[in-house]
């Protein structure tokens, strides 16, 4: 059984009074029994407040990234370690803003996979093709080398233990989402791309699906076999739209 995770990057938004309020409300809102497991993404510099705000509840709190170093002279950077000391479960490895605005390789993000994961972390691997890589037919030759890079270097047991999520780089921010079927067609092709490798682990992988996932979409996107819950940018700013796209991944 693969439990559905709802996970909300924050992204570079929030302040310390907003983030008080936004997570008020989750809480005031929060289900008896959730049937995915939820997850905030907060900046770093809100990360142990927003903790502590959750102390007691079942939201986790994950980072949006993390270097791939233990630690040493990277100025400006913020080790898995780190995160982890500070009560981190998660962690976002190779969203595609770091991935096309700050020139991440796909190299690079396989390291920050493994150092999460060598740390204790869950690292959630964001894959994701380009419109222009749609439209010229090139989306698994995309994804296919952005998953093999992790799977090389970590293999599919480290792979399996993390997360991996789809999201389209044009349907990211855009209000623009996938359909159903064309994420169910990518998330099959992921799986099999790591069932290639070994099938058991292939089938536990939960693979989230993300861009402009909203209330109004989540529930037939949450339906597709092969997609377990959502990674979800500006709805996760709005309380009542996190909660009612939790809600759509099930009931406890
Ligand atoms: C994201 O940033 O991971 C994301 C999916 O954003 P949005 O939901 O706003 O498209």
């Known amino acids: 059984m693969r439990r559905p995770i709802v996970a909300g990057n924050w992204k570079m938004h929030g302040s310390r009074g907003e983030n008080a309020r936004l997570i008020e409300d989750i809480l005031g809102g929060y289900p008896a029994h959730a049937g995915a497991e939820c997850v905030v993404c907060p900046p770093f510099v809100y990360l142990q407040e927003v903790r502590r705000m959750l102390r007691d509840s079942p939201i986790a709190l994950g980072a949006q990234d993390t270097c791939a170093e233990a630690h040493g002279a990277f100025t400006g950077e913020v080790s898995a370690g780190m995160l982890k000391d500070i009560g981190c ?19 690079l993000i396989a390291r920050k ?4 994961h060598a740390k204790g972390l869950v690292p959630v691997l964001c894959v994701g093709e380009q419109l222009s ?5 090139r989306t698994e030759e995309v994804i296919g080398r952005q998953l093999d890079v992790v799977l090389e270097l970590c293999g599919p047991e480290v792979l399996g233990q993390g997360v991996v999520a789809y999201e389209p780089v044009w349907a990211i921010g855009t209000g623009r989402n996938a359909t159903p079927q064309q994420a169910q067609d990518v998330h099959a092709f992921i799986r099999a791309r790591i069932a290639a490798r070994d099938a058991r682990i292939a089938a536990d992988t939960r693979i ?8 109004g979409n989540a529930a037939e996107l949450f339906a597709m076999p092969d997609v377990d819950g959502g990674l979800i940018g500006g709805a996760s700013l709005k309380a009542d739209e996190f909660l009612a796209i939790l809600a759509a991944a099930g009931p406890g």
Do not use: C, N, P, T
């Open 89 to 107: 479960k998660y962690v976002l490895a190779g969203h595609s803003e770091r991935r096309l605005i700050y020139r991440e390789s796909d190299q």
């Open 113 to 116: 996979f493994a150092a999460a």
């Open 133 to 137: 890589d749609r439209e010229a037919s």
């Open 208 to 215: 989230l699906y993300g861009g402009s996932v909203k209330a």
